[in-house]
């Protein structure tokens, strides 16, 4: 792709958000899909130590970038700087391909604020970079108890310029309400289903024209901090984001690994427990699973709450790490309660595991926990 002299034509950028669990990846999986998304750029950003996301994004490796210091918020605005600058670099001294789009996935827990600021704000990524727009993905069946409960979905679904409503079809979904709802926080953005065509989704201009007063309030705070005129201690509810586990005093990540097949039962029963006793602490669960009966063949799974999908067994590991790999955000839930019943389920009982009547009994009240 040839540009013309002087000045670079600004490349396309769009930023994916939603909050966890509402199926970015999925969507994202199916997007690349299509030719008119041929010669991107996806840059995946995750919450917690462990990343698996960009092990599911069906693209290059030389084409990923994978932010992992914690959620795109203004204390990694400058890694995402980083990221941009340098993916600039390499594509106009000729070694990397000459990409013609970026998609930026966002974690679920992200503020956007943040991350539209730097791009629109920035004077040489807002030189280089043309912000297209902001998709977001809701979920119908928990978006309503979500708004309710996250300013960060909020936001996510206020600076949308494209919202694509997921998982309608399935039980306890509620899309007429949700999309009243969503009509009434951000009137003028497209609606769509997860259907939905790439150019269709990919195309237009991001603008503020049509946003709430609050979009222009967030990045105008987001302005007051980047010119050192806000008061900003690179925190949230009393958390530094150098825990790149601990978004708040209540939502943290963790991992659960096992280095042997895990059995099948074992496994079903322990989802099942998660799922039915501490559903609305759940969050988001993904991860890869070496089943017993069949470990060359990975098991994903993905959860959101009481919600646990239908796994999918992959035909072959996608990268070299075999272990079963889980990754779990919670809420208001202790992990060592969690990793305590792993560990029972697997045969791997610990001195300090729960008895049964523990299991589903005050998990933040725990010895030693």
């Known amino acids: 792709m040839s540009e013309p002299a002087g000045r670079p034509t600004p490349i396309p950028l769009t930023v994916?958000?939603?909050?966890?669990?509402?199926?970015?990846?999925?969507?994202?999986?199916?997007?690349?899909?299509?030719?008119a998304l041929s010669d991107t750029v996806v840059i995946v950003n995750e919450f917690g130590e462990i990343g698996l996301d960009h092990l599911l994004v069906e693209t290059l490796d030389e084409d990923m970038i994978l932010l992992g210091a914690g959620c795109l918020c203004c204390t990694v605005r400058g890694d995402l700087i980083s990221a941009?600058?340098?993916?600039?670099?390499?594509?106009?001294?000729?070694?990397?391909?000459?990409?013609?789009?970026?998609?930026?996935?966002?974690t679920g827990l992200a503020d956007p604020a943040p991350i539209l600021h730097a791009l629109i704000a920035h004077p040489y990524l807002s030189m280089r970079f043309r912000l297209q727009g902001v998709v977001t993905v809701v979920d119908a069946v928990n978006g309503a108890s979500t708004?309710?409960?996250?300013p960060e979905a909020v936001r996510q679904a206020a600076v949308a310029d494209?919202?694509?409503?997921?998982?309608?079809?399935?039980?306890?979904?509620?899309?007429?309400?949700?999309?009243?709802?969503?009509?009434?926080?951000?009137?003028?953005?497209?609606?769509?289903?997860?259907d939905v065509a790439a150019e269709t989704l990919l195309?237009?201009?991001?603008?503020?024209?049509?946003?709430?007063?609050?979009?222009?309030?967030?990045?105008?705070?987001?302005d007051e901090r980047a010119t050192g005129h806000g008061h900003h201690h690179h925190h949230h509810h009393g958390y530094d984001h150098h825990d790149v586990n601990r978004h708040d005093a209540a939502i943290r990540a963790?991992?659960?690994?096992?280095?042997?097949?895990?059995?099948?039962?074992?496994?079903?029963?322990?989802?099942?427990?998660?799922?039915?006793a501490h559903g609305p602490k759940l969050l988001r669960l993904k991860g890869l699973?070496?089943?017993?009966?069949?470990?060359?063949?990975?098991?994903?799974?993905?959860?959101?709450?009481?919600v646990v999908h239908t796994p999918v067994t992959l035909e072959a590991w996608p990268d070299g790490d075999r272990r079963s790999r889980l990754v779990l955000i919670v809420r208001d839930l202790n992990p060592s309660f969690v990793e305590r019943i792993w560990d029972a389920f697997l045969g791997r009982p610990r001195i300090d595991a729960p008895d049964a009547a523990a299991l589903t009994d005050n998990p933040l009240a725990i010895p030693n926990g």
Request: hydrophobic share 45%.
């Open 16 to 35: 994916l958000t939603g909050f966890l669990g509402a199926g970015k990846t999925t969507l994202l999986n199916r997007l690349l899909q299509d030719p």
């Open 84 to 106: 941009l600058e340098d993916l600039l670099r390499k594509r106009d001294n000729k070694r990397i391909k000459p990409f013609r789009r970026v998609v930026i996935e966002t």
């Open 147 to 150: 708004l309710d409960a996250h």
């Open 162 to 194: 494209t919202l694509v409503m997921t998982k309608a079809d399935l039980p306890g979904a509620e899309p007429e309400a949700l999309t009243a709802r969503l009509r009434a926080l951000n009137p003028n953005a497209r609606l769509a289903g997860p």
């Open 203 to 222: 195309g237009g201009l991001f603008g503020l024209d049509g946003k709430s007063a609050d979009v222009r309030a967030w990045l105008g705070a987001e």
């Open 254 to 276: 963790f991992h659960l690994v096992s280095d042997t097949p895990v059995p099948r039962p074992a496994f079903e029963m322990f989802l099942d427990l998660i799922r039915s």
């Open 289 to 306: 699973v070496a089943m017993a009966d069949d470990p060359d063949r990975p098991v994903v799974v993905h959860g959101v709450q009481h």
